[in-house]
Nanobody
Framework: QVQLVESGGGLVQAGGSLRLSCAAS????????MGWWRQAPGKQRELVAT???????NYADSVKGRFTISRDNAKNTVYLQMNSLKPEDTAVYYC???????????????WGQGTQVTVSS
């Protein structure tokens, strides 16, 4: 069974910073892409940032220059450092990971339970 456990959300004033963490508790799969998505009330879930096992990153235009995604492959953990937060960053942030079996099946997308980030003006 694969679990993605997120932490680090909370309430912060505009201009502040938060750091999200997501640890994948599993050892039977190869983790390819890990990343963060977010969903604001009444809106669809959108990509925030992703990172491959080799360290290649991809960011939504709205967070470029403010957010930094990183990854510790040995710990199966992905981080999202969020700086210069804006009220429009308020959302539930979901960790996602694409896992593949060592025999090549997959990838299979897994999601964390979500963590609330609220930015006050």
């Amino acid at each position: 069974q694969v679990q993605l456990v997120e932490s680090g959300g909370g309430l912060v004033q505009a201009g502040g910073s938060l750091r999200l963490s997501c640890a994948a508790s599993q050892s039977m799969f190869r983790i390819n892409v890990m990343g963060w998505w977010r969903q604001a009330p009444g809106k669809q879930r959108e990509l925030v940032a992703t990172i491959t096992s080799g360290g290649s990153t991809n960011y939504a235009d709205s967070v470029k220059g403010r957010f930094t995604i990183s990854r510790d492959n040995a710990k199966n953990t992905v981080y999202l450092q969020m700086n210069s937060l804006k009220p429009e960053d308020t959302a539930v942030y979901y960790c996602g990971a694409d896992l593949q079996t060592y025999s090549g099946a997959g990838p299979f997308r897994y999601w964390g339970q979500g963590t609330q980030v609220t930015v006050s003006s």
